[in-house]
């Protein structure tokens, strides 16, 4: 009767134990989920906030602003086209929120191009490297094709998907390319929208251009954009 007893004892210690350790378990998922809820109502505002600032920065912008894209191998200065006003205004509410600090130039093509705005080159785990050039702010902008917008040396376009997938050659809504070679990318003329220009920093260009890539295209040095702001010599 006593071992009976004891065994009975020591089962229900146990068994408040489990008990007394699923409740912390689940106190601890609750704060971690509540925590996460107020982190998430906080990026929420702070987004908010940002749009409504940059919505009214917009404003009091010139027709066609300029915006420097400041990189860790120097900055390129552009110019965005007033005859493509959808590509224009995107980059402009990008850039002014801040979306686009951080990220890299994530495919380069020395000859030919540069091209960055892809939101996922802020994660570097493999699995999400492996996906560069997929990323973007979850919509796409129709094609604004202006015949005297040519791919230039330093012409800024918007980067999309091809043809089969999309017929309309609508652009991504925030990846973009910097002509290196003119020759190069004149073919793409009337098939990608041109938006802006490189008004100063073409010879950045080709040092970004010039850095060692892998068989993807993808720099084995980070070509990171620290930021893009307005340029100094806007007339607001």
């Known amino acids: 009767m006593k ?4 065994k009975t004892m020591t089962v229900l210690s146990a068994t408040v134990l489990v008990i007394g350790c699923g409740g912390k378990a689940k106190k601890a998922q609750a704060e971690a989920e509540a925590e996460q809820a107020r982190q998430d109502s906080i990026a929420v505002i702070q987004k908010i906030t940002k749009e409504k600032t940059a919505m009214e920065i917009m404003k009091t912008l010139p027709e066609e602003p300029e915006f420097d894209i400041i990189t860790n191998l120097g900055t390129i200065t552009v110019k965005l086209y007033s005859k493509t006003p959808k590509h224009r205004d ?28 892809d939101p996922l080159t802020k994660d570097s785990a493999p699995d999400v490297v492996a996906k560069y050039g997929q990323g973007g702010p979850g919509y796409t902008i129709p094609a604004e094709f202006v015949p005297e917008y040519k791919h230039k040396k330093g012409a800024l376009a918007a980067a999309r998907r091809g043809d089969v997938a999309n017929p309309m050659k609508e652009s991504s809504g925030s990846q973009f390319y910097i002509v290196q070679d003119a020759a190069a990318c004149a073919q793409l003329d009337g098939g990608y929208t041109v ?5 100063k920093g073409l010879d950045i260009i080709d040092r970004i251009a010039a850095v060692e890539t892998d068989n993807r295209d993808r720099p084995t040095i980070d070509v990171r954009i620290k930021k893009v702001v307005l340029a100094n010599n806007n007339n607001n």
Do not use: P, S
């Not at 938006?195 to 008004?199: A, K, R, Y």
């Open 90 to 117: 995107n980059f402009e509410k990008l850039a002014l929120t801040g979306f686009y600090d951080g990220l890299l130039f994530h495919r380069v093509i020395n000859g030919f191009m540069i091209q960055g705005g």
């Open 3 to 6: 071992n009976l007893l004891f």
């Open 195 to 199: 938006f802006g220009e490189t008004v």
